[in-house]
T-cell receptor, first 113, second 115 residues
Framework: RKEVEQDPGPFNVPEGATVAFNCTYS??????FFWYRQDCRKEPKLLMS???SGNEDGRFTAQLNRASQYISLLIRDSKLSDSATYLC??????????????FGTGTRLKVLA | GAVVSQHPSWVICKSGTSVKIECRSL??????MFWYRQFPKQSLMLMAT?????????EQGVEKDKFLINHASLTLSTLTVTSAHPEDSSFYIC???????????FGPGTRLLVL
């Protein structure tokens, strides 16, 4: 089983739609969680951190369920510019006591005019 | 967010050549930097963790003698791909972690094409 799993998509949605992405992780000792956005042939950029209480940034809402080891990202009122790959990232503690990011394979979103 | 630069952004080289990639944190000090590789349509794979003033920690399956990492200062880490071969062609991305561990910021990446 992969350490971080995402549905690769693509999710094709019309402008204005609401779309949700899910992510599961296997290591219960994971420390922190993030959603990154990656455009084609570019580096990942931090979209938002994910907190247990849930957090919102404009049209984006992230949720974390530690009991189910599940993370979600909700995008409301999709824009064409939201088309990208969304990476679920888990900061895991290693056996040596250090932390490292583990990336999901990403979920591709295409917002259609 | 914090700014991380990478140089060069593109490299095309002949097989057997060594290629050096620089990663700099421009507006913060990074005791830890990370080097990733990403093949087309795949996720980022961590190659190694670069620690300032000490040896890098390599992930399983990554040859430390082939991918040399140096982190001589708090703002600069370098990755040297020695004797590059076509199978090393990939997108190499570095990142730097903020001191409080709150997030990592990525450089713009280096596309390496080995002919």
């Amino acid at each position: 089983r992969k350490e971080v799993e995402q549905d690769p998509g693509p999710f094709n949605v019309p402008e204005g739609a609401t779309v949700a992405f899910n992510c599961t992780y296997s290591n219960s000792a994971s420390q922190s969680f993030f959603w990154y956005r990656q455009d084609c042939r570019k580096e990942p950029k931090l979209l938002m951190s994910v907190y247990s209480s849930g957090n919102e940034d404009g049209r984006f809402t992230a949720q974390l369920n530690r009991a189910s080891q599940y993370i979600s990202l909700l995008i409301r009122d999709s824009k064409l510019s939201d088309s990208a790959t969304y990476l679920c990232v888990v900061n895991m503690r290693t056996t040596s006591g250090t932390y490292k990011y583990i990336f999901g394979t990403g979920t591709r979103l295409k917002v259609l005019a | 967010g914090a700014v991380v630069s990478q140089h060069p952004s593109w490299v095309i080289c002949k097989s057997g050549t060594s290629v050096k990639i620089e990663c700099r944190s421009l507006d913060f000090q990074a005791t830890t930097m990370f080097w990733y590789r990403q093949f087309p349509k795949q996720s980022l794979m961590l190659m190694a963790t670069s620690n300032e003033g000490s040896k890098a920690t390599y992930e399983q399956g990554v040859e430390k003698d082939k991918f040399l990492i140096n982190h001589a200062s708090l703002t600069l880490s370098t990755l040297t791909v020695t004797s590059a071969h076509p199978e090393d062609s990939s997108f190499y991305i570095c990142s730097a972690r903020l001191a409080d561990g709150s997030a990592q910021y990525f450089g713009p990446g280096t596309r390496l094409l080995v002919l």
